[in-house]
């Protein structure tokens, strides 16, 4: 009796008790049913597997940390163990992180970092005038006086204000407004984020990107990701690896068979290949993103990395203003900047921006709208991007320092770009192009027939097998050319110049050494 007055109070009645449990084994019947279609899965399986998960996310492949990194990472346990090697120390030659390779960090940058940081400080007699001055501009921009609180989605407005004005400097007077700047976590983010606005359609309507080869993997990897088709053009090795626009041209050509190329990235300085574009070869390429209708990413990140006397960084910007109003309103381009790299090496304060021009209206509210789904970039990050841009000026208390402290940088940079060229190229077997920027060297190296025949046997590309071979015989960490791509045939690895002279010597000599009896192995 309980039970029935129970069931009328959820709205049954006797009257309807029948065809309530008629309905009830027919629903039983079906689910049964639609459990013997479903593939059984056992009590302990796993939902998610290799097989079962996102096959765009397993294609993205990332050289700069991968295999050869995680090899590195095994060797450096196995000596805090004990266990001997042919080595003392594993050296990370794969990336360009430079605190971690010993670069001092810029004075100016984190005084005004720590008084963001912990405001108490600013009224320590330990810390100079201006960059109290900057880092209560910064402060009062950010809500509640605090680093800790979310900025907009776009970034903190007056950091933004410094950002254009930088540019405004760099290009000798081409504006730049504010409302065309984006702060983002790194480069990176800002280069990730503009591809998935970019990337659209199916088949042979699907979104192609131009990338060089060689690139950095950061494109071929969220190209993988967004499921885009990836159009390689080639980088002319032979010619210091200069950009051939007709290289361009056959590439967009073959690519329009299977996609709709809309994008073309260029890195300048580039990564991994140390090249510096003349003025003329960005016009060139200007004129070909107009000509084919290429919306333009310009990864600048090296701008401020500049060694050949013959060489000079032109900004895609200032070069597509100076071009006419025909290309400059209409030419669309996404240009990115980072504490990463430069003199300042900031890489772990993840702070970058990107500025973007001729932007359709509507557009600027899609963009913003997927940026704020991240609510916003680390404001730390952004704060340090702002004394990047902003840093002492003559008159002001600690611009000699500053100065002194940025030109010792670059101009240790410089000599280790000759170094590391010089000396590769007095070894058989490995020619290098001279590094007329960034902080790489990618030279080309002769690997015999037999060599190709072992790593093919241990199912590793050539580059691949020379560079695990390096790092088990002598601890060097390189990555393979292949991770970065190359000319079918040639090998090459991709080395930063980053650590101090006389390691980097020891590392050059090395791989020399190294070189020459892997010559003799497998002759």
């Not at 009796?1 to 065809?19: E, I, K, Y």
């Not at 796993?46 to 095994?74: C, D, F, Q, W």
């Not at 990115?336 to 900031?346: C, I, P, Q, R």
Request: net charge neutral.
């Amino acid at each position: 009796m309980q039970r029935a007055a129970a069931l009328v109070r959820r709205g049954f009645c006797p009257r309807t008790w029948g065809s309530w449990s008629r309905s009830q084994s027919s629903a039983a019947a079906e689910a049964s049913a639609v459990l013997k279609v479903r593939p059984e899965r056992s009590r302990h399986e796993r939902i998610l597997t290799l097989e079962s998960m996102n096959p765009r996310v397993k294609a993205v492949e990332y050289a700069v940390r991968g295999p050869i990194v995680l090899k590195a990472v095994e060797l450096e346990l196995e000596l805090q163990r004990g266990i001997k090697k042919p080595f003392t120390e594993v050296i990370r030659a794969n990336i360009g992180d430079a605190h971690a390779m010993g670069q001092q960090p810029i004075t100016f940058l984190r005084q005004v970092m720590a008084l963001c940081t912990y405001p108490n400080l600013l009224d320590s007699p330990s810390f100079p005038e201006d960059a109290k001055k900057r880092a209560r501009r910064i402060l009062q921009a950010c809500g509640g006086n605090s680093l800790g609180s979310y900025s907009a989605s776009q970034g903190v407005n007056c950091i933004r204000e410094d950002v254009a004005a930088y540019i405004t400097r760099r290009d000798g007077g081409v504006p730049a407004d504010p409302d065309n700047i984006y702060l983002t976590t790194g480069a990176s983010d800002g280069i990730t984020t503009i591809l998935k606005i970019l990337v659209s359609g199916g088949g042979k309507s699907r979104t192609g990107v131009l990338i060089p080869i060689p690139q950095y993997p950061l494109y071929s990897a969220v190209i993988s990701e967004l499921d885009a088709v990836q159009v390689n053009y080639y980088l002319d090795e032979d010619n210091c690896w200069a950009l051939n626009v007709n290289e361009l041209r056959r590439a967009v050509r073959e690519a329009k068979d299977r996609c709709d190329p809309k994008v073309l990235c260029i890195i300048n300085p580039g990564n991994p290949t140390g090249q510096v574009q003349s003025r003329q070869c960005i016009e060139d390429v200007v004129h070909f993103a107009w000509e084919e209708k290429l919306f333009l990413l310009a990864d600048e990140v090296y701008q401020d990395n500049v060694y050949s006397p013959d060489c000079q960084f032109h900004s895609f910007k200032k070069v597509l203003s100076e071009m006419g109003p025909e290309y400059s309103s209409n030419v669309e381009l996404a240009s990115f900047h980072s504490t990463s790299k430069g003199y300042m090496g900031e890489c772990g304060y993840r702070g970058g921006y990107m500025e973007v021009i001729n932007l359709h209206p509507e557009i600027k509210g899609q963009l913003l709208k997927l940026l704020s789904v991240r609510l916003c970039p680390p404001v730390s990050g952004q704060a340090a991007m702002d004394i990047v841009v902003n840093p002492p000026v003559p008159g002001e208390e600690s611009f000699e320092q500053f100065r002194r402290e940025k030109e010792s940088v670059l101009s240790d940079l410089a000599r280790k770009a000759k170094l590391t060229e010089d000396l590769f190229n007095q070894v058989p077997g490995i020619q290098c192009n001279p590094l007329q920027g960034a902080m790489y060297a990618f030279p080309r190296i002769f690997i015999p027939a037999k060599a190709v025949e072992a790593a093919q046997a241990n199912q590793m590309a050539p580059d691949m097998f020379y560079c695990m071979k390096l790092l088990e015989d002598t601890g060097i960490c390189v990555v393979p050319g292949s991770g970065f791509g190359q000319r079918e045939g040639t090998y090459h690895f991709r080395m930063t110049i980053l650590p101090p002279v006389e390691k980097l010597k020891t590392v050059l000599q090395k791989v020399r050494d190294f070189h020459v009896k892997f010559l003799e192995k497998y002759a």
